[in-house]
């Protein structure tokens, strides 16, 4: 696990999920079947393993998730790349790009 920024922490991991909350990280994470929350602003983040829910709450985040099962974005100009097969896909918000990587 990294984490680098001082303003976004995370405020909860464990076997359930992994919530991260707060503005400008940048961080590369672990995940083993849990649910996936971010709540903040322009975050950088990549989640390596199998997730289930991943869930977006902010603003020009890019996500990086190497297998999930389905993905709500709620927010403005999100960028969201998967790997794996198709998650379910929630688009609440404008301007979003989710989008299986290549």
Do not use: C, H
């Not at 909350?21 to 322009?42: E, F, L, P």
């Not at 603003?59 to 999100?78: A, F, M, P, R």
């Amino acid at each position: 696990m990294t984490d680098e920024g001082n303003s976004s922490v995370v405020s909860a991991q464990d076997g359930e999920g992994i919530y991260i909350t707060g503005n400008n990280s940048v961080q590369t994470r672990k995940v083993d079947g849990q649910d996936i929350q971010i709540a903040g602003d322009a975050n950088q983040a990549t989640f390596t393993g199998k997730a289930k829910e991943f869930y977006i709450i902010g603003n020009t985040n890019v996500v990086t998730l190497e297998n999930v099962e389905s993905i709500q974005v709620t927010g403005d100009n999100n960028v969201v790349t998967w790997r794996g097969p198709t998650p379910t896909i929630n688009n609440l918000g404008t301007n979003n790009r989710i989008a299986q990587a290549k």
